[in-house]
């Protein structure tokens, strides 16, 4: 699980609905071989990686059910190489304040313009509040959203665009 590590959360995803996750990797520093697998010898993915050959990589995927890990579905995955320019034109995508009771701010800062919707997702999958559609300019954002009326819970700020998809986790508590 080398997207951060311990996996991507897809919590939230509306039924019959296709999504194009972005799994982006990058592989930081130098390459090194561990000598062991003693703690102290570990690779430090922040600084080094041990890929002898990008050519011989494979991509596995799998979403599994986080109560006990049991296996819901798995598949090999296409593998792309591609630049260092994200696929999804943010720098950043931050939810504040989280978790919320009344509103809360969506901040973004884009590095083009985006064609985009924002969608608040309960955690059955059902739109529970639709947040901005439309089109952002090049730099930073912030987009208020009040979520007094909904039940607390935990909910799913899709941002959609042709570039892809990204989900942040919204906690509503009263």
Known sequence: MINGLGGIDVGGLAIDEEYPFDVTYTFNG??????????????????????EDFNDLSVSLWLEYPR???????????????????????????????????????????????????MLYSSDGKAALPVFNGTLTAGTHQIGAVVRDLAAGTYFLHLRSAAGLRIQTVQINR
Do not use: M, W
């Open 30 to 51: 130098d390459y090194r071989l561990p000598v062991d697998g003693q703690t102290v010898n570990r690779i430090n993915h922040d600084i080094e990686h041990s890929i």
């Open 68 to 118: 006990d890990q049991y296996i819901l579905n798995a598949a090999d995955a296409e593998l792309k190489t591609v630049s260092t320019e994200s696929p999804v034109q943010l720098s950043s995508f931050d939810i504040f304040p989280n978790p919320t009771s009344d509103e809360f701010q969506v901040s973004l800062e884009l590095k083009e313009a985006l064609d985009c919707s924002l």
